[in-house]
């Protein structure tokens, strides 16, 4: 059973910065792409940024620059680096997982609770 679990979100104040990670369980397939997803208050879930296991990554564009994810195989860990934080920033982040790269077809399929952030100005 495939499990996924966030932490490190937190309370910051703007410009500061939190490292999300999210520890996962019971993945054994070697090709993977992993992401992390946000959902504000009264907004509909959007994609942060993505990583497959090819190394390849995406950013949308309200990140780039300030966020980095990564992924510690050994540790069988996802991270997001999240520096220079906004008060828009402030969301549940999830992160989610699915057995193929990044551009197939398949939708993530495992995803975790999420973890919450807040940005105040």
């Known amino acids: 059973q495939v499990q996924l679990v966030e932490s490190g979100g937190g309370s910051v104040q703007a410009g500061g910065s939190l490292r999300l990670s999210c520890a996962v369980s019971?993945?054994?397939?070697?090709?993977?792409?992993m992401a992390w997803f946000r959902r504000a208050p009264g907004k509909e879930r959007e994609g942060v940024a993505t990583?497959?296991?090819?190394?390849?990554?995406s950013y949308k564009d309200f990140v780039k620059g300030r966020f980095t994810i990564s992924v510690d195989n050994a540790e069988n860990t996802l991270y997001l680096q999240m520096n220079s934080l906004k008060p828009e920033d402030t969301a549940m982040y999830y992160c989610?997982?699915?057995?193929?790269?990044?551009?197939?077809?398949?939708?993530?399929?495992?995803w975790g609770q999420g973890t919450q952030v807040t940005v105040s100005s």
């Open positions: 989610a997982a699915k057995g193929e790269y990044c551009s197939g077809p398949n939708r993530l399929n495992f």
């Open positions: 019971g993945y054994t397939n070697s090709r993977f792409c």
């Open positions: 990583v497959d296991s090819e190394g390849t990554t």
